[in-house]
């Protein structure tokens, strides 16, 4: 009864670790996965070492990357104009060249179509527009899946764009857990506990930090995408910079770059959830392109106003050991259960991290 | 369809405070109180300050009490042999002093006739024996009550009873939240987010600290308790003791005195949600009774491995100006809306607070 299988769209960083970490995990069976060439299903549970051997071009080009500690937006278009490497082999690429997987051109619709015994869909595909992923939950409502849905999207619109249509996954019995990354994600579920010694939440700040283990060659979309957080730019200016664009900002910057102000989803989740104002929460982080090192301490401080009329500041920080796969891909695996769960209840809609926390 | 009706039994520090704390929140509104002199109901909602104006005395003679901070057993017996002080107004005592309130013999047997109305009932009462909590619940469900039943309690033997009689719950249609107050509870929880980085956990550590504002002596009681935590000493000898040797013991530690592997029912929360192994938790702090200020900065360490290989320790800190009562009301609160939830979606049974968290 607390068997969970589950599917996972792309096999990029994070769809490929939430295969691996499943392994780890008690009652979660990866049933089904996919990318933009080919589709595997198994319902007695995927050959994951298989899989993952297969697929490992998907990631063995990208190394780490920055924005994943900082979000779940993992895989923005690369420079060459594709979304992700892919392993070739023999005359297959990526998934498709796994032995228990199928070539297709429709690989969303094979998984929908299968989706009557899975649980849950972890939805780890990169998101190009912002409507892209809610608009791959409206195929599964269209489809009138019932089971949940989770995302580790970081963009504040997003959220707005599922809520507008929530109706459409309530109506279907979908459970769309959305920013179930590390942030928004863990931090934002660690922002809604450390809420609870208050009654007024004065600030949130969260404070991220990302050395790249590879270097930032590997992982220049990415760091597009994060020099899109940076003043003078926004997303679509940060689209069309050329790659040698990108490298004079970074070496500007020493190849240290630090964000404030980032627009993440935290702030629209933690006031969802009815823990504080959104304008009241404030996202920021540095990236270190040249090092392995966090150039800075993961930290959540929550500021508030006891009940007593004191203040004080709580406080959540993450060893700089852990690095941001294990801080994505964990609580985006325990979100996607406490989905299940709700799911299971009757309880369908949209829900942010601290939505699933108790009922602050 | 949100909102919340709740009773509190017992109307000491903690009882007064979720009534004060309530009318802070949204959607939670006090409907029943009682304590053994006296019942108040009103569904349409309590005058919270003219209850906690006449039941004022019960809290008055009590101060900050140590074992708060660290548990929820916050009303230990006396020296003089009761378990509260009351105010005395005109003939009336405590609750009864309410204009809001009738005299009664039997207070919980007036709770549980009002409870079909009523969402979740509060448990402060002082835990005498082990299952003095545990026997009112099955009060309750001898009633065929369907609702949340929540507990501040902090002995690991308590839920265990608890978990013995989990079935009379269910048949009954209550979910027990045990265990919602600071630790275990608030730190529980924040154990169990911790540990969101790390498939496998080697140590959860929780290390409180008390400073008592209003001295000791106000609190000999808890003092006491808390002194059946210390080498030598156990519930049963501690309670023999005398004013005179409690002193001596508190004399021979200068004021301040340091708890070590306590038993609290952190472990055996965290271990019922799957987290880690209750030997891999430890829980102690450090009880100032001679300054206001906190002697240590209440922690909890979470270590681990990554799925990745790596070796870290995650941290939640509350600031040293959150009082243990914020940290035990607030909490406890939050935990009784998520088990509103829970109960409402048809789940019934015993939970922790690790229990509540994301499915981690």
Known sequence: MDDINFAV???GGIGRRA????TR????????????HGVAVDHDGLDVEELLAATEGNIASEGRRPSEE???DHREPRADGGTQAVKQSGAMKGVAASVQAEPTETPIDDIIAESDTIDAVLIALPNLEHDFIPNVGERFAEADYEGVLVDVLKRSRVIDILDEREETYEDSGITFVCGAGATPGFL???AALAAQSFVEIEAVEIHWGVGLKSGYEDNRGTVREDIAHLDGYDIETARNLTD???EEIVAEHDGRIEFTDMEHADDVLLERAGICDAED???GGVLDVRSDEKPTTTTVRVTGRTFDGERGTNTFQLDDATSMEANVNGPALGYLKA???RNRAGEYGVFGPADLMPGF
Not at 19 to 22: E, K, N, R, V
Not at 25 to 36: E, G, I, M, Q, S
């Open 70 to 72: 900082a979000s779940g």
């Open 9 to 11: 769209l792309g096999t």
């Open 281 to 283: 929460v404030t996202v």
């Open 339 to 341: 989905g299940v769960r």
């Open 244 to 246: 040698e664009e990108i």
């Open 19 to 22: 295969l691996d970490y499943s």
């Open 188 to 190: 934002t579920g660690a």
């Open 25 to 36: 995990k008690d009652h979660l069976t990866p049933v089904a996965a996919c990318d933009r």
